[in-house]
């Protein structure tokens, strides 16, 4: 889904597994529940070095994944500004450099490794 934009849409319990999203947007959508395990947001080698450095690479700004699984996934360069992350399941999630509110930076129901806490971009 290259550069697919989804606005205040209801996405509950949406079965994502997998998915290719790069450069996607999820702006104020309900994904609570959400199963995006093993989701690829990150750099593509087919796209410039310059592209990828200048386009958002995936925005879940205001999106509510309460609950959501994102176990896996890249989601290198993410904005995540806004978003309710409570009870997000984020092992093993490539968060290198993701915009994340500091509210979450030391939520004890948001699970995150020493080392995602050290790449996010606390904001």
């Not at 199963?35 to 796209?47: E, I, K, P, R, T």
């Not at 994102?70 to 490539?94: E, K, P, Q, V």
Request: with cysteine.
């Amino acid at each position: 889904m290259l550069g697919a934009k989804f606005l205040y849409c209801d996405m509950k319990n949406a079965d994502l597994r997998g998915a290719y999203l790069w450069m996607g947007s999820f702006l104020g959508c309900n994904l609570s529940g959400a199963n995006l395990a093993h989701v690829n947001c990150g750099y593509d080698v087919n796209f410039t070095e310059l592209e990828q450095k200048i386009s958002t690479l995936i925005s879940f700004c205001d999106a509510d994944l309460r609950g959501a699984d994102l176990s896996y996934g890249d989601f290198t360069g993410g904005d995540f500004r806004g978003a309710l992350l409570n009870g997000c399941i984020m092992t093993g999630a490539i968060l290198k450099n993701a915009l994340i509110d500091i509210s979450y930076k030391e939520a004890p129901d948001l699970a995150l490794t020493e080392n995602q806490r050290r790449e996010i971009s606390w904001v």
